[in-house]
């Protein structure tokens, strides 16, 4: 079954750039979507078709998916981005969603 | 707004049920198929079942399959899952979630989530 790779952590300092990677073998076909779950939160749709933005998600999020790794770019990062991200894929194959095993951005 | 409150949570012995309920508002509910994913104490997310809009058709995790059963009243606005024989490795917040799409083999993603209910599995 298709699998999605997240690196556990990623650390920045407020106002730096956060880059969040989402790998699978080819993901640059697919469609990509990312949730932000804040500690002790359900989570929430921040970017859906690779890099479409829903309403109320603020323009320093951006996404971009091409070859076998999408990424989520948070820039000017600040204290409240500080959360899980999940990547999620639809699998063709297996007619099923497939989540990544998220990861923990830290505000320093 | 959209708007999804579950129940039902709460603590059980193994080989024991729950009933878990969702209540959706804000949009129209037969429209689109709706999910239940869940997220074992510091883990990732799992998609439990799916049901399509519907309620013609339905997807369950390998793990849940012949154990839970999700359905859907769309004349009340609301999601069920019946859990029945359940394990350790059952416990979870167990989320509600929307799709945007109707049907059930299409791709998915999720535009709203509950606050999600506790589900503990324990001798």
């Known amino acids: 079954s298709y699998a999605l790779t997240q690196p556990p952590s990623v650390s920045v300092a407020p106002g730096q750039t956060a880059k969040i990677s989402c790998g699978g073998d080819?993901?640059?076909?697919?469609?990509v979507h990312w949730y932000q779950q804040r500690p002790g939160q359900a989570p929430v749709l921040v970017m859906f078709y690779d890099s479409d933005r829903p309403s109320g998600i603020p323009a320093r999020f951006f996404g971009s998916n091409s070859g076998n790794t999408a990424t989520l770019t948070i820039s000017r990062v600040e204290a409240g981005d500080e959360a899980d991200y999940f990547c999620q894929v639809w699998d063709n194959s297996g007619d099923h969603v497939v989540f990544g095993g998220g990861t923990k951005v830290t505000v320093l | 707004e959209a708007q999804l409150v579950e129940s039902g949570g709460g603590l059980t012995q193994p080989g024991g049920s729950l009933r878990l309920s969702c209540a959706a508002s804000?949009?129209?509910?037969?429209?689109?198929?709706m999910t239940w994913v869940r997220q074992a104490p510091g883990k990732g997310l799992e998609l439990v079942a799916m049901i399509s809009g519907s309620g013609d058709g339905t997807y369950y995790v390998e793990s849940v399959k012949g154990r839970f059963t999700i359905s859907r009243d769309n004349s009340m606005n609301t999601l069920n899952l019946e859990m029945d024989s359940l394990r350790v490795d059952d416990t979870a917040i167990y989320y509600c979630a929307k799709s945007v799409r109707q049907a059930i083999v299409v791709a998915h993603y999720f535009d709203q989530w509950g606050q999600g209910t506790l589900v503990t599995v324990s001798a």
């Open positions: 080819n993901i640059g076909r697919k469609n």
């Open positions: 804000g949009f129209f509910f037969d429209t689109y198929a």
